[in-house]
Each structure stands twice: as structure tokens, then as C-alpha cells.
Nanobody, 126 residues
């Protein structure tokens, strides 16, 4: 299984970016998520989505600013990021879960995922 994340880059504070994660067939996954890791910090959950139902869940530090979505026909999960701050600077990783379904609110833990993409760097700076 390969997950290909893209869309990172340099953006000014207050700006927006959209990340994409493409897999060969996301319909085989029960959930997909976005995580991030800033220099010197642990990898943390950002958002996740149920592939079948589209239910979503967000970490408190991005809720209201970020939006996760999926396009099953395109085998792609997106992360729309708005009102970015320097604290959002990190490598963003997409992840996929093939295990049995769980309530989406319990899937912002990295140990709940089976596959990981290579990461895309987001830098928020003026």
C-alpha cells in the first residue's frame, strides 16, 4: 500500500493550503487520517475521516480552521488548512487504517493506523 501526500509549501501566517493524499484504493480502508510532526516534537493527530460514511473528527487545535474530506472515486483524501499560524509548521503525514471500524473520535492516535505516507512539509512564516 502506498500513500502519496502532497501540497505542502511555504505560506504566510493567515494563509491557506490544501494537502492531498492519494492511495491506490481508499475504499479498502475504514478510516484515513492526517498527522503532523514539528521539529523536536511527537507526531500528533490533526484530523481523521471515516471512508465509508464521511464522518470526521478534529483535534482541538485545528477545529474550525481545517477541513478533511475524501473523494472515493479519486482515491484521495484532502486537508484544507485555513488561517494558518507558525504553530502549524510541521511535516504532515497521511495515514490509512484497514482494521475494523471504530468510532471516529477514537482514531486520532497514530497507533490506530496501518499505513503511512512519506510526509509533506508545511512552513508557515512571514
Amino acid at each position: 500500500v502506498q500513500l502519496q501526500a502532497s501540497g505542502g509549501g511555504l505560506v504566510q501566517p493567515g494563509g491557506s493550503l490544501r494537502l492531498s493524499c492519494v492511495a491506490s484504493d481508499i475504499s479498502g480502508f475504514t478510516a484515513m487520517g492526517w498527522f503532523r510532526q514539528a521539529p523536536g516534537k511527537e507526531r500528533e493527530g490533526v484530523s481523521c475521516i471515516s471512508v465509508r460514511d464521511g464522518f470526521t473528527y478534529y483535534a482541538s487545535y485545528v477545529k474550525g480552521r481545517f477541513t478533511i474530506s475524501r473523494d472515493v472515486a479519486k482515491n484521495t483524501v484532502y486537508l484544507e488548512m485555513n488561517t494558518l499560524t507558525p504553530e502549524d509548521t510541521a511535516v504532515y503525514y497521511c495515514a490509512a487504517r484497514r482494521r475494523v471500524r471504530k468510532p471516529i473520535s477514537r482514531l486520532l492516535e497514530k497507533d490506530e493506523y496501518d499505513y503511512w505516507g512519506q510526509g509533506t512539509l508545511v512552513t508557515v512564516s512571514s
